[in-house]
């Protein structure tokens, strides 16, 4: 098992510019989520999703996007750039919401 | 609102040298406390869940334990590989997680 995989590693992006991070799990996890990650403030989410074609925001959703259309498969799409969205974003797997949560590797994101 | 907190911000030991750092959680109606290792650069790892007051787990040189208020993470005789940030994280009735800021160990030999 791959587990939980996360593409691209890196990306640089100019305000304005939109783009999609990519994640996909092979552990046939219904529970998907999005995290950011910045200095001092721990992990947050961003958006989830309980399984294929439901989604929902966590508390930090504005300026991103999310949809499921496969089990495996929740990709992150920032519409337009903003230097406040510079930051490290991870995405999850879980069974179930309530259950333990498994990382991928994360993407370093910089928006100039 | 479900909090956590993680006390050290930073703890730095010689090898060997044991310890065990703290995590104080309020939540409303707990379904699990977790503890996760996160490396420089890398995802956090998934170390232990904890479901109810008194339970432990344990690790080679790492044990968790859960009270009604807190977890600690102790670790014995510490190598420098065990050098990373561990993360505590808690869930509730209202299926949230809700992470600490960490606290960053290194253990220098």
């Known amino acids: 098992n791959a587990g939980v995989t996360q593409t691209p590693k890196f990306q640089v992006l100019k305000t304005g510019q939109s783009m999609t991070l990519q994640c996909a799990q092979d552990?046939?996890?219904?529970?998907m989520s999005w995290y950011r990650q910045d200095p001092g403030m721990g992990l947050r989410l961003i958006h989830y999703s309980v399984g294929a074609g439901i989604t929902d925001q966590g508390e930090v959703p504005n300026g991103y996007n999310v949809s499921r259309s496969t089990t495996e498969d929740f990709p992150l799409r920032l519409l337009s750039a903003a230097p406040s969205q510079t930051s490290v974003y991870f995405c999850?797997?879980?069974?179930?919401?309530?259950?333990?949560?498994?990382f991928g590797p994360g993407t370093r994101l910089t928006v100039l | 609102e479900d909090q956590v907190t993680q006390s050290p911000e930073a703890l730095r030991l010689q090898e060997g040298e044991s310890s065990s750092l703290n995590c104080s959680y309020t939540?409303?109606?707990?379904?699990?406390l977790f503890w996760y290792r996160q490396d420089p650069g890398k995802g956090p790892e998934f170390l232990f869940t904890?479901?109810?007051a008194g339970e432990e787990k344990e690790k080679e040189r790492l044990k968790a334990t859960l009270t009604k208020k807190e977890s600690f993470l102790h670790i014995t005789a510490p190598k420098p590989e065990d050098s990373a940030t561990y993360l505590c994280?808690?869930?509730?009735?209202?299926?949230?997680?809700?992470f600490g800021t960490g606290t960053r160990l290194q253990v220098t030999l």
């Open positions: 999850a797997s879980s069974r179930i919401r309530a259950d333990t949560q498994y």
């Open positions: 939540v409303s109606g707990l379904r699990g």
């Open positions: 552990m046939n996890h219904e529970y």
């Open positions: 904890l479901y109810s």
């Open positions: 994280a808690v869930i509730g009735t209202a299926s949230k997680l809700t």
